[in-house]
């Protein structure tokens, strides 16, 4: 199976790297993907603190004033004192944005690696300060399971070539896929679970490593439905990258919301 050669790379990587109206010739490339143009204000940066400097390593989405839903992989066994998140920026050099310290996070209780539940939730302090433009939330909730053929748009910074080692960009980037669904990803070599989903566009496009635990969303930004996951070790390959469904997860990730 294709598992196997995803091995361990689910998108993630400690990297020190240096819209609502995306332009499609851009040539910053996600991988194949463009640079957005105007803020994606639910879009968050997961960074590593050391000695004064941080390093981008994940992506993530604010859901509420103090919450961000991210990968399980991610977090799985990270110190929350040397995590912070950075909101309300295109680019990594910003000094616009507002910077967050994890006060806790939650790992799905079943979250197996490669195979399910890949999803965890963040409560930060301070709040975040909604201006509707470069730092707002999204909704995670759909009131139906998502199918196939599906407009899409994943945002990002991770690595813009194939490679898992970069080069990684400082401006935010934005790629348009379209779902699958789960038997369509399973017939190009995927095993996904019920808590997955696949999308695709064509090779040479998709999530790489540091695009991790960032937002899936619906065409029209109003929803994030996927979490991204993991994929083929080379990527943009031509197989379809996994992303954590969302939606079957909305009672989960409001139990969290409560409890945090």
Not at 55 to 76: K, P, Q
Not at 100 to 129: C, G, Q, W
Not at 142 to 155: D, I, N, R, W
Request: net charge negative; with cysteine.
């Amino acid at each position: 199976m294709l598992k196997n050669f995803v091995a361990v790379f689910v998108f993630y990587l400690i990297s020190s790297s240096s819209g609502s109206n995306p332009q499609d010739d851009e040539i910053n490339r996600i991988v194949g993907g463009s640079k957005v143009t105007t803020p994606i204000p639910y879009q968050v940066s997961l960074q590593f603190s050391r000695d004064g400097r941080f390093s981008h390593f994940c992506g993530g989405s604010i859901i509420s004033e103090e919450h961000v839903l991210t990968a399980a992989h991610c977090l799985n066994g990270q110190n929350k004192d040397k995590i912070t998140v950075q909101a309300g920026i295109m680019n990594l050099k910003e000094k616009s944005g507002t910077r967050h310290k994890v006060e806790n996070f939650v790992i799905h209780t079943n979250y197996e690696e490669l195979v399910r539940n890949d999803i965890a939730v963040m409560k930060v302090s301070p709040p975040f300060k909604m201006d509707g433009k470069s730092v707002n939330s999204i909704s995670y909730k759909l009131s139906e399971k998502l199918g196939g053929a599906q407009p899409v748009m994943l945002t990002g910074w991770g690595s813009i070539s194939m490679s898992i080692f970069g080069p990684f960009p400082e401006d935010l980037q934005y790629i348009k896929l379209q779902t699958l669904t789960n038997e369509e990803c399973n017939q190009r070599g995927f095993n996904v679970t019920e808590t997955e989903i696949c999308a695709f566009k064509r090779p040479l496009n998709g999530a790489c490593a540091g695009d991790s635990g960032g937002p899936l969303v619906t065409d029209d930004q109003s929803t994030v439905v996927g979490v991204v996951s993991y994929g083929t070790a080379i990527c943009g390959l031509g197989y379809p990258d996994v992303y954590t469904r969302v939606s079957v997860l909305s009672d989960w990730i409001d139990e969290q919301v409560k409890s945090l």
